[in-house]
């Protein structure tokens, strides 16, 4: 894991006059990856190595329990805005498959965060922000029916639904190392396409679209 050292001016030597969003996001970064290697989480482990002290957790998140909900605020506040830099496109089924994609490279970037987003263990800050990233997929599901591709009686609540609980499932194998990350371009694009011709598209149509519509950076495929 990559140290997080920040240099932070304190006021007294405890706690900073006022919050700096550097050191909030190193504290989120870091709590996160304490879950998901399942390490104990106390005020000083959190702070080791960041170069802020234990009140710099209430400064930022008025206790363990505000951190909590800002961790999983932060996952999906960071996905809602990969999936916002998918643009809308005249094909719907296409746009569906960049969603896919911009989803699994969110994963990938902050593996942690997205781990610690779906532990319903913590309430969420804003529910209604988190519901955000799935409210895009059944928008665009909506859309693709609207433009014939989707049978009319197709819900798009549902097709939402399981395209992300499919997405989710596969992004968890390789972001925990039972699959190679090679296993997402390998398997994702074709389960996305059967997914949507089951919603009522052309399989032909629906693999050309999906092929036009999945990528993924380099980086991360």
Do not use: K
Request: aromatic share 6%; charged share 20%.
């Amino acid at each position: 894991m990559t140290v997080l050292c920040i240099a932070v001016s304190w006021n007294d030597g405890q706690v900073p006059r006022t919050a700096s969003p550097a050191l909030r996001a190193a504290l989120l970064e870091r709590a996160a990856e304490m879950l998901a290697r399942r390490e104990p989480v106390t005020l000083r482990a959190l702070v080791e190595g960041t170069g802020a002290s234990t009140m710099a957790v209430y400064t930022h998140f008025g206790g363990m329990p505000g951190l909590w909900r800002a961790v999983r605020q932060e996952g999906f506040t960071r996905l809602a805005a990969r999936l916002g830099t998918v643009p809308a496109s005249d094909d719907p089924v296409r746009d569906l498959a960049a969603l896919g994609a911009a989803y699994v490279a969110n994963a990938l970037a902050t593996p942690a965060l997205y781990r610690a987003m779906f532990d319903a263990a913590a309430e969420l800050e804003d529910p209604d922000a988190a519901a955000a990233p799935f409210d895009t997929l059944v928008d665009a599901a909506a859309r693709a029916r609207e433009a014939g591709r989707f049978a009319p009686d197709s819900d798009p609540e549902v097709v939402a639904t399981r395209y992300w609980a499919t997405g989710h499932g596969l992004i968890l194998l390789v972001i925990t190392g039972v699959l190679p990350a090679e296993a997402l371009d390998a398997h994702a694009p074709a389960v996305a396409a059967a997914l949507f011709v089951a919603a009522g598209d052309d399989e032909q149509r629906a693999a050309r679209s999906v092929a036009a519509g999945w990528s993924l950076p380099a980086a991360t495929a």
